[in-house]
């Protein structure tokens, strides 16, 4: 994806609607494009939340926190969450642990989060994300610019649906090369264990 006016625009064009140019800015005084502005960063943390995305995972060392809560005898320290953190995946290391609002408490003393970060520039979105975030923006705009029930009821089915094919795309492509079971194996006369 080249921009997010052409993400915008393919989400106005399944819908049928006008297009923006393609040099357009939030703060020029088009309704249409502050109203995608406006529904973009919801859509976009909804997506990114869906999923483990590869290409937006991150891994980094977690800053400390003054503790402003009671003693917490079974979480004794503080760490806070990372501004870009759309969904938490795993603490490394860690055995427990409990999320509250941005902080992460746990006695581990130097946590390494691994998060799903929010990722703005479209450049880096692989095509399938792309296209699943289009049709999710689609049925935004279905409900606040068109009010059309049946048609945002379409977008968010196609939008299921491109999400799910953008997940095992991406899925495929943390793995590609998996191993082989037995009966695979046997099956297909194959030696080694990959395909």
Not at 48 to 67: I, N, Q
Not at 80 to 86: E, K
Not at 122 to 144: H, I, Q, R, V, Y
Not at 157 to 178: E, F, H, T
Request: aromatic letters at 8%.
């Amino acid at each position: 994806m080249q921009s997010t006016v052409h993400l915008f625009n393919t989400a106005l064009a399944r819908l049928g609607g006008e297009q923006l140019p393609q040099n357009i800015s939030p703060q020029e005084d088009n309704a249409v494009g502050q109203l995608c502005e406006h529904l973009f960063p919801q859509v976009l943390d909804l997506t990114l939340a869906a999923h483990h995305w590869s290409f937006a995972l991150r891994r980094v060392a977690l800053a400390s926190v003054p503790d402003t809560q009671p003693a917490n005898d079974e979480y004794r320290l503080a760490f806070q969450m990372p501004s870009d953190c759309v969904k938490p995946v795993r603490l490394e290391g860690a055995p427990a642990y409990v999320i509250e609002g941005t902080t992460i408490r746990t006695n581990q003393e130097k946590p390494v989060l691994v998060y799903v970060r929010r990722v703005t520039d479209p450049k880096l979105w692989p095509p399938s994300f792309a296209d699943a975030l289009a049709w999710g923006l689609a049925g935004e705009l279905a409900s606040a610019r068109v009010n059309d029930g049946q048609k945002q009821n379409w977008c968010y089915q196609n939008y299921k649906i491109a999400l799910a094919d953008a997940i095992v795309r991406d899925l495929a492509d943390q793995n590609p090369r998996r191993p082989r079971s037995a009966w695979q194996a046997a099956r297909y006369g194959m030696t080694g264990g990959r395909w």
